[in-house]
Nanobody, 115 residues
């Protein structure tokens, strides 16, 4: 059974840091990434990383967030620094076998940044 489990969300003040983790089981994902969603808006890409190390970041988080992964542990991380209130969202981990899917999602973890 394929499963992705996120952890590490929480409440932090603006300017602070949080680290998210996502452990995948059941499949090795070539593509792993983090997305976020706020009520009433579409889910958006935050950062992604291939098993070969190629990364992609949303412009809004470049220079503040860092994605990394441990292929041996089938785990992806997101280090979030200099957090802003607009980073508040539910953060979801995604795993994909190819660039075209199929996609698998975690249950999400809430990140709240207070001003």
């Amino acid at each position: 059974q394929v499963q992705l489990v996120e952890s590490g969300g929480g409440l932090v003040k603006a300017g602070g840091s949080l680290s998210l983790s996502c452990v995948a089981s059941g499949r090795f994902f070539v593509f792993m990434g983090w997305y976020r969603q706020v009520p009433g808006k579409q889910r958006e890409l935050v950062a992604s990383m291939t098993s070969g190390g190629t990364t992609n970041y949303a412009d809004s988080v470049k220079g503040r967030f860092t994605i990394s992964r441990d292929n041996a542990k089938n785990t992806v991380y997101l280090q979030m620094n200099s957090l802003k209130p607009e980073d508040t969202a539910v953060y979801y981990c995604k795993g994909a076998l190819t660039a075209w899917g199929p996609d698998y999602w975690g249950q999400g973890t809430q990140v709240t940044v207070s001003s």
